[in-house]
């Protein structure tokens, strides 16, 4: 009993000696941390700016990330699907963009009261020579302005459907990004998203959007057409059913124009009845919405641009009283 007793006392003597090294150590740590903390503290001199001086503030590292180009992006492209720049010309408005982000754009020529439209390329590469004549007709009145009358002001549209443009210069060429053939897509009164079939183009499925005016392409242009009083307009196409006035019915002034640009070019009017029924035309719904008169002209084949004869149907146009 008694020697159980003088171990235990051992014990608790060892263990207040272990606690009072503890608290000494601590207490030792304490003083020599806060002695160190004054002393890094008075080796900065608190510097106040004189006047008329520039506080200059010490640098600061943190720890960003270095910006390293991720090898899998893209940056998006801009630009028209057939590069055409006037060399000493006015500069296109961009009017709108196309689904994948392509220019859609307007030359104006001339700045008189009268406003008349030339729309090219709106069945994209299928019908690229509708792009080339409309290239070198600008190219033609940059050159020769003086065929503009000076009471007229003429904007060509070049290429609605610079996607289907770039695409393909083949049927897969005619429709957007989405499918749809946009001279289907106006909201004009006979808009349908689908049709009968018989006697129309049926090379590839195609659709006339999800709902009328459904594309950036159709609603840049309706746009462009709602901001600008237009007197005659037309849309080219191609090829060789001639000349489709605008209305449904045909309207009486797209009648006369389509007649009038008949006789110059030799395109045939009336056009070609192939039984297919047209619905959401640029022309039906121009002619609904102020255009005076209007119409979807087709050049003779997908090849030339039949300049000449184009030539003489813009002087009709520009002198077409609706
Ligand atoms: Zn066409």
């Known amino acids: 009993m008694a020697r159980r007793q003088k171990t235990s006392h051992a014990w608790v003597y060892v263990i207040w000696g272990l606690n009072g090294l503890a608290i000494l150590s601590l207490l030792a740590f304490l003083a020599f ?28 590292s943190y720890f960003l990330p270095t910006l390293t180009p ?31 982000g392509r220019r859609i754009e307007a030359y104006t020529f001339g700045d008189g009261e009268k406003r008349y439209l030339v729309v090219a390329g709106i069945h994209g590469g299928y019908e690229g020579n509708t792009i080339a004549l409309a290239n070198e007709l600008i190219t033609y009145i ?69 709902y009328a005016g459904s594309e950036p392409e159709t609603r840049s242009v309706m746009s462009f057409i709602r901001g600008h009083k237009i007197e005659a307009m037309i849309s080219y196409h191609s090829a060789a ?13 797209s009648k006369r124009l389509a007649k009038a640009l008949s006789k110059v070019t030799g395109y045939v009017y009336p056009p070609i009845d192939t039984g297919c029924v047209y619905t959401g035309t640029l022309a039906d719904w121009a002619v609904e919405n102020g255009v005076g008169a209007s119409v979807d002209m087709e050049l003779r084949d997908h090849k030339n641009t039949d300049f000449e004869e184009n030539l003489k149907a813009l002087k009709v146009l520009l002198n077409f009283q609706p």
């Open 33 to 60: 941390y806060r002695t160190n903390l004054r002393a890094s503290a008075a080796d900065e001199p608190i510097s106040t700016p004189r006047r008329g001086e520039t506080r200059i503030l010490p640098p600061t």
């Open 70 to 100: 991720n090898p899998f992006y893209t940056p998006p492209v801009f630009e028209t699907s057939t590069p055409f720049e006037l060399a000493n010309g006015p500069r296109p408005s961009i009017i709108g963009f196309s689904l994948a």
């Open 142 to 210: 940059n050159e020769n302005p003086d065929v503009i009358p000076s009471n007229v002001t003429l904007y060509i549209i070049r290429n609605m459907n610079p996607d289907g443009e770039a695409r393909d210069n083949g049927v897969d060429g005619r429709v957007n990004n989405n499918g749809v053939d946009l001279n289907r897509n106006f909201p004009s009164k006979n808009w349908t998203a689908d049709w009968d079939r018989d006697g129309c183009w049926l090379y590839r499925p195609t659709t006339g959007g999800k």
């Open 241 to 253: 059913l001639g000349v489709f006035p605008g209305g449904v019915p045909w309207e009486e002034p």
